[in-house]
């Protein structure tokens, strides 16, 4: 079955850059097509496919990371609360060398709930949640 491109058409060939998502052009010509009990089942199994949520792959880093944010939250009880990156770095973790290292660490440790970020101006230090 053909199916006519039209209004229907131009809707499905909209860009994010146009201000219509592909998801929303879909619908459109769902509702478009109404009639249509085939189209309209492919349409939306279509629409069904753009909109499910994906799963979000964990990089080999994030879990070495989540490993390290124990022992940042436990180094954090231990010294105090309004640790800096560098104070981290400056534990002598040895997995932890670098100011960059110790501020991803932190953020999964704030993202996990075990430390709590504070934002004073350009000063950033992280105390127990």
Do not use: F, W
Not at 6 to 25: F, P, S
Not at 84 to 112: F, S, W, Y
Request: glycine content about 8%; overall charge positive; some cysteine.
């Amino acid at each position: 079955m053909i199916v006519p491109m039209g209004q229907i058409g131009e809707c499905l060939m909209a860009t994010k850059n146009n201000g219509i998502t592909r998801a929303d052009a879909l619908a459109y010509a769902i509702g478009a097509c109404a009639d249509n009990p085939e189209v309209v089942a492919v349409l939306t199994h279509m629409h069904e496919q753009l909109t499910k949520p994906r799963a979000k792959a964990v990089s080999k880093a994030r879990k070495a990371n989540e490993g390290l944010a124990s022992k940042v939250r436990d180094a954090v009880s231990a010294h105090g609360d309004g640790m800096t990156t560098k104070d981290i770095v400056n534990l002598g973790m040895p997995e932890i060398t670098t100011t960059q290292k110790a501020a991803a660490v932190c953020r999964v440790a704030v993202e996990l709930g075990y430390l709590h970020k504070n934002v004073d101006g350009k000063n950033i230090t992280y105390s127990l949640a």
